[in-house]
T-cell receptor, first 113, second 114 residues
Framework: ETGVTQSPTHLIKTRGQQVTLRCSSQ?????VSWYQQALGQGPQFIFQ???????GRGNFPPRFSGLQFPNYSSELNVNALELDDSALYLC????????????FGQGTRLTVV | DQQVKQNSPSLSVQEGRISILNCDYT??????FLWYKKYPAEGPTFLIS?????DKNEDGRFTVFLNKSAKHLSLHIVPSQPGDSAVYFC?????????????FGKGTKLSVKP
């Protein structure tokens, strides 16, 4: 059991709307990363948070933003939703360091119509 | 431009035989490689990893081989079991295995038939 939980599990939004996805990290982990997995693709890195600050970002526009809270839970916010944002969004938590395993949540399936 | 490539979308193997999943990469700066396994409706689960200073790492039925000159790695599962049926992702890390920013391949769907 990974201990990383994401909510909601499924979500349907309309183009142009805003969405917030949530992640509760595994106990003791201080780093959280978010990934987008489109159908038939591997997960793509969106950004990482460490000690409540963004600590690396992939090739995603600024309308993708995030937060990490003192209890190491995290949010992913997406503004001005586009149809191509439809995907599985995965959260992964880890303890910063070398050769440390990242634990993934089950993901949130977002559909933009 | 895909830096991590899994060219076989699917693989079917008989139970008890060996499964070999392949992965190629283009960035010679990658220093840590991982394999994840994913069942439907679940997040990826870490399986095995290898540092770029090694050429082999073994964990039970799972062995990962790394050929740096060819920029190629493979995952061997021996013997394969029906419960191994899942999508397998190869991933690479630039930061010594901190696993904060992983570059994934598209995955290979393994089916192990009884």
């Amino acid at each position: 059991e990974t201990g990383v939980t994401q909510s909601p599990t499924h979500l349907i939004k309309t183009r142009g709307q805003q969405v917030t996805l949530r992640c509760s990290s595994q106990s003791g982990h201080n780093t959280v990363s978010w990934y987008q997995q489109a159908l038939g693709q591997g997960p793509q890195f969106i950004f990482q948070y460490y000690r409540e600050e963004e600590n690396g970002r992939g090739n995603f526009p600024p309308r993708f933003s995030g937060l990490q809270f003192p209890n190491y839970s995290s949010e992913l916010n997406v503004n001005a939703l586009e149809l191509d944002d439809s995907a599985l969004y995965l959260c992964a938590s880890s303890l910063v360091g070398i050769n440390t395993e990242a634990f993934f949540g089950q993901g949130t399936r977002l559909t933009v119509v | 431009d895909q830096q991590v490539k899994q060219n076989s979308p699917s693989l079917s193997v008989q139970e008890g035989r060996i499964s070999i999943l392949n992965c190629d990469y283009t960035n010679s700066m990658f220093d840590y490689f991982l394999w994840y396994k994913k069942y439907p409706a679940e997040g990826p689960t870490f399986l095995i990893s290898i540092s770029s200073i090694k050429d082999k790492n073994e964990d039970g039925r799972f062995t990962v081989f790394l050929n740096k000159s060819a920029k190629h790695l493979s995952l061997h599962i021996v013997p394969s079991q029906p419960g191994d049926s899942a999508v397998y992702f190869c991933a690479a890390d630039l930061y010594g295995g901190s696993q904060g920013n992983l570059i994934f391949g598209k995955g290979t769907k393994l089916s192990v038939k009884p």
